[in-house]
Structure formats: structure tokens, C-alpha cells
């Protein structure tokens, strides 16, 4: 069985610009979370989708957005993007809508110029 | 606000040893603690996990313990290999998780 997939795998944006991102889940998991990693920290919570409904938003402004799909692949967007959103985005998933086990994909490497 | 905190960002240990990798936290209403694993270009993979109602949970060189007074957690790795070498994350869940900064490992042949 395939694992989390996310793409594309690294990205270079300019400021200003927007960027999708999108993950799709281990085949029966329903629930997607996205998080925000930057150098030398660990993971930031940013969402989680269960559903398709908005679970859980962590503490990023408006500028991200996300959605899950009838088929639980999701897409994260960030739309006015700034020279500190440069990250890696990590896409989990788990089974349930609850705080269990995630499964990480390699994620999205996401540098702003 | 760090609610989850690894002081040690790197720690180094002979092939054989035992490995020692420290979490503390802040909120006493957490109920679940993860220890996940993360490679150069990969995501991070789930390792061991514990309830905030046990103290002690082991898998094959893995073991973890939790100290609910001190909200204490730590990762023991024995005997540590090669192949342990990587970053691991401490991670709480209270309706979302809640990372540390993570600990570079690093297994000495």
C-alpha cells in the first residue's frame, strides 16, 4: 500500500505569489492534518481535516487555507506569500478525527524569494 | 508558547551504548506522548507512544518513559546502532499534537 504522497516535492515561489500544495492519504484514512516545519524547529500544527470538515487550526493567519476532497486528498493553501512562510509543509494522516497515531509523508519543501 | 521542549538539540553515543533522548512539557491535561523519528528528505515516522495513564512502555531497543510530576518524558535506545542515527521529535496530543524542536542522534561505529 502506497503512504502519505505529497507534491510537488520542493517549490520556489517569489513574494506576493500563492502556492497549493496537496497530499493524499493512506488508502482508509479519512483524517488529513498539515503542518508547518521551519529549520531547526519542530512541526507546527496548521490544520486538520476529518471528513472533510475543518477539525483543528493552529495558529497561522488567513492566508492559509485548506480543504479535504470526497476522495480525502487535501490541498493547503497559502495565498500572499512571505519570505518567512519557507518551510517544509508536512501532510499526515490517521484513521480517525481524533489526536492518534499520524503518518507523515516526506513532504513539500517550500522556499520564498 | 513551547509546550513541548527538547533542551538537547544534538547528542552523540557509541555504537552498543545507551541512547537517552529528554522531553519535558508543559500542560498536565496532555493525554497522549509520541516519539517519532525523521531522516534527511523524509517524513518523520512514528517510533513508540505512551498514555498519560502509564509510566513505561517498551518495543524490542526501544523504551519510553513518563514522568507525570516532573512532566518528563525520555526515549532509551539500547544498545543504540548505526541506523538509529537521526533526528527524533517528542510530540504531545491534546485535540492536536504539539512537537518539540527535536534531538540529533548521532550513533558512533
Known amino acids: 500500500d502506497a503512504g502519505v504522497t505529497q507534491s510537488p516535492t520542493h517549490l520556489i515561489k517569489t513574494r506576493g505569489q500563492h502556492v497549493t500544495l496537496r497530499c493524499s492519504p493512506i488508502s482508509g484514512h479519512k483524517s488529513v492534518s498539515w503542518y508547518q516545519q521551519v529549520l531547526g524547529q519542530g512541526p507546527q500544527f496548521i490544520f486538520q481535516?476529518?471528513?472533510?470538515?475543518?477539525?483543528g487550526r493552529g495558529n497561522f493567519p488567513d492566508r492559509f487555507s485548506a480543504r479535504q476532497f470526497p476522495n480525502y486528498s487535501s490541498e493547503l493553501n497559502v495565498n500572499a506569500l512571505l519570505l518567512g512562510d519557507s518551510a517544509l509543509y508536512l501532510c499526515?494522516?490517521?484513521?480517525?478525527?481524533?489526536?492518534?497515531?499520524?503518518?507523515f509523508g516526506s513532504g513539500t519543501q517550500l522556499s520564498v524569494l | 508558547d513551547q509546550q513541548v521542549k527538547q533542551n538537547s538539540p544534538s547528542l552523540s553515543v557509541q555504537e552498543g551504548r545507551i541512547s537517552i533522548l529528554n522531553c519535558d512539557y508543559t500542560n498536565s491535561m496532555f493525554d497522549y506522548f509520541l516519539w517519532y523519528k525523521k531522516y534527511p528528505a523524509e517524513g518523520p515516522t512514528f517510533l513508540i507512544s505512551i498514555s498519560s495513564i502509564k509510566d513505561k512502555n517498551e518495543d524490542g531497543r526501544f523504551t519510553v518513559f513518563l514522568n507525570k510530576s516532573a512532566k518528563h518524558l525520555s526515549l532509551h535506545i539500547v544498545p543504540s546502532q548505526p541506523g538509529d542515527s537521526a533526528v527524533y521529535f517528542c510530540a504531545a496530543t491534546l485535540n492536536q499534537f504539539y512537537f518539540g524542536t527535536g534531538t540529533s542522534l548521532t550513533v558512533i561505529p
Open positions: 499526515a494522516s490517521s484513521l480517525g478525527g481524533g489526536a492518534e497515531k499520524l503518518f
Open positions: 481535516y476529518y471528513e472533510k470538515e475543518e477539525r
